[in-house]
């Protein structure tokens, strides 16, 4: 029998958020980004659900799905295999009663890719990920897009640390994707490959929403899913990240009167009063590599649309 979380005080959950094992190449549960995707999960109706997460990462998804929100069981997977290793770990550790419910799928898995964990999917009610959404910066057809536009990549933006995979995507591999074009290809993969494995699941994503939210909501839509956004934060763009891949999109529509059908979003305020475009964004990074520069992060959950 699972906790009832209603009964759990706020400080306990706090404590209990922030405290499993983070190695340098994962995600911090204090990351903005986390705490977003766990206020979504929070409105996300997960109670007695199975859920399916993609990207495990250190499993305090996992651990905060199953002791917070009720959910009844969850699979997962991670393209990183020792992630996997870990979330079981902190499971155990963090809330062992609860540690019989998470089924993982070991080895490294690209996005539903493999027997093991199609064989999850179809036992699943709600698909959770966060994914990259940032091409990798050695693609070389991203490349050769970047430089026809004349835009330089940041310093160090190749250097490939543990958590590389964590934040960009092989773009190449997913040109046949419409939405690859704006960075979403590895998301729109994963949207056609559930809805065609569990057409009934309901998917609830973490975006970061610098091409804005209203080009997300088309992915969702092109792909058979209702949008609806249930979290949204305003956080602190780490200082060093390369945003070159949204200048290039920016100068690419300039001057074909699409510029408005794609409009970057960034802020340099806390309170998200004070847009940027991308380019903007970037010249104020070349004046000072330490400026800090905001951008909304969102939850945007998919409801299969059904003819």
């Given amino acids: 029998m699972l906790e009832d979380p209603a009964k759990e005080s ?3 959950h706090r404590r209990y958020a922030n405290t499993p094992e983070t190695p340098d190449f ?18 996300a109706d997960l109670r007695g659900k199975t859920v399916y997460e993609v990207g495990v990462g250190t499993g305090i998804n996992v651990a905060f799905i199953l002791r917070n929100c ?17 979330a079981e770990s902190n499971l155990r ?8 419910y998470f089924e993982p799928v070991h080895g490294s898995v690209s996005l539903i890719d493999t027997d093991a964990a199609r064989a999850k ?3 699943t009610d709600v698909v959770i990920a966060c994914i990259p959404q940032v091409g990798e910066p050695s693609d070389e057809r991203l490349t050769a897009f970047r430089e026809a536009q004349s835009v330089k990549l940041a310093k160090g933006a190749e250097d490939e640390a543990e958590d590389h995979i964590a934040h960009y995507y092989p773009w190449s591999l997913f040109d046949e994707y419409p939405y690859n074009s704006v960075g979403l290809g590895l998301n729109e993969a994963l949207m056609r490959r559930v809805r065609q494995q569990a057409p009934h699941a309901q998917l609830v994503m973490n975006f970061g929403c610098r091409i804005g939210t209203e080009i997300i909501c088309e992915c969702f839509e092109a792909n058979g899913y209702k949008p609806e956004k249930i979290a949204s934060k305003i956080v602190l763009q780490h200082a060093g ?3 070159s891949f949204f200048v290039t999109l920016e100068k690419a529509l300039s001057g ?20 940027l475009s991308a380019t903007e964004a970037q010249n104020l990074i070349d004046m000072d590599p330490e400026v800090a520069l905001y951008h909304e992060v969102a939850v945007i959950r998919g409801i299969p649309i059904t003819n």
């Fill in 10 to 12: 706020s400080e306990t």
């Fill in 26 to 43: 994962a995600f911090d549960p204090e990351d903005p980004w986390t705490q977003t995707f766990q206020e979504g999960l929070a409105r």
């Fill in 70 to 86: 009720g959910a009844a069981r969850v699979y997962g997977s991670d393209l990183d295999p020792r992630l996997v290793v870990l």
């Fill in 93 to 100: 550790s963090l809330s062992p009663q609860h540690a019989a």
């Fill in 121 to 123: 999917i179809d036992k």
């Fill in 241 to 243: 990240t390369d945003i």
């Fill in 256 to 275: 074909t009167n699409l510029e408005k059908q794609l409009v970057c979003k960034f802020y340099s305020d806390p309170d998200g009063k004070k847009p």
